[in-house]
């Protein structure tokens, strides 16, 4: 167990399914991320919530929308998903400083499959 | 953009020897990480060398940073079979905006055979 806690661990899920992924972090970090991790590719980043607010959305389709209600839950909302879509989802918290980033800390991942 | 690039992509090696894999990023960093990541697990952090350090130990891991190079190695010594894993450099980018965001690269999957 790292502190972040993410739910399902896994999905499958049909292309016009509406399903969402959880993350939970109880280590009191001020800055979420989610991740997409396939196959021989470099994760990619999707989005970054920094106190709450989204600061970064790296041209991710409108298919996935990110939601952030508090500083320890962030949500990744699905819809009419593409079986290019299956992948691990990987959500990560950190405590944000000008001064340093201390590392991120992920969650276990949601291995999703779409069919 | 992919910043991190680790090498070789995969390294075989027998219990007891040294694995050494490599990472070669293209811009200006304030501080190169290393990650581990069991199959199909979340990955975890290791170690953090600042780009004003050039080695740094945390047990039996050993990193060092040459800026000069852009590149960092992961040297892990004694290696056991519970080494087995994907590992992955992440180099930082500030943002400006209050918050940090880490590139990775593809990682390099190390195999310790018994």
């Known amino acids: 167990e790292t502190g972040v806690t993410q739910t399902p661990r896994h999905l499958v899920m049909g292309m016009t399914n509406k399903k969402s992924l959880k993350c939970e972090q109880h280590l009191g970090h001020n800055a979420m991320y989610w991740y997409k991790q396939s196959a021989k590719k470099p994760l990619e980043l999707m989005f970054v919530?920094?106190?709450?607010?989204?600061?970064e959305n790296n041209s991710v389709p409108s298919r996935f929308s990110p939601e952030c209600p508090n500083s320890s839950h962030l949500f990744l909302h699905l819809h009419t998903l593409q079986p290019e879509d299956s992948a691990l989802y990987l959500c990560a918290s950190s405590q944000v400083s000008f001064a340093a980033n201390y590392g991120y800390t992920f969650g276990s991942g949601t291995r999703l499959t779409v069919v | 953009s992919q910043q991190g690039e680790e090498d070789p992509q995969a390294l075989s090696i027998q219990e007891g020897e040294n694995a050494t894999m490599n990472c070669s990023y293209k811009?200006?960093?304030?501080?190169l990480q290393w990650y581990r990541q069991n199959s199909g697990r979340g990955l975890v952090h290791l170690i953090l060398i600042r780009s004003n350090e050039r080695e740094k130990h945390s047990g039996r891991l050993r990193v060092t940073l040459d800026t000069s190079k852009k590149s960092s190695s992961l040297l892990i010594t004694a290696s056991r079979a519970a080494d087995t894993a994907s590992y992955f450099c992440a180099t930082d980018a500030n943002s400006g905006a209050g918050s940090y965001q880490l590139t990775f690269g593809k990682g390099t999957k190390l195999s310790v055979i018994p």
């Open positions: 919530y920094s106190l709450e607010e989204r600061v």
């Open positions: 811009t200006s960093i304030n501080n």
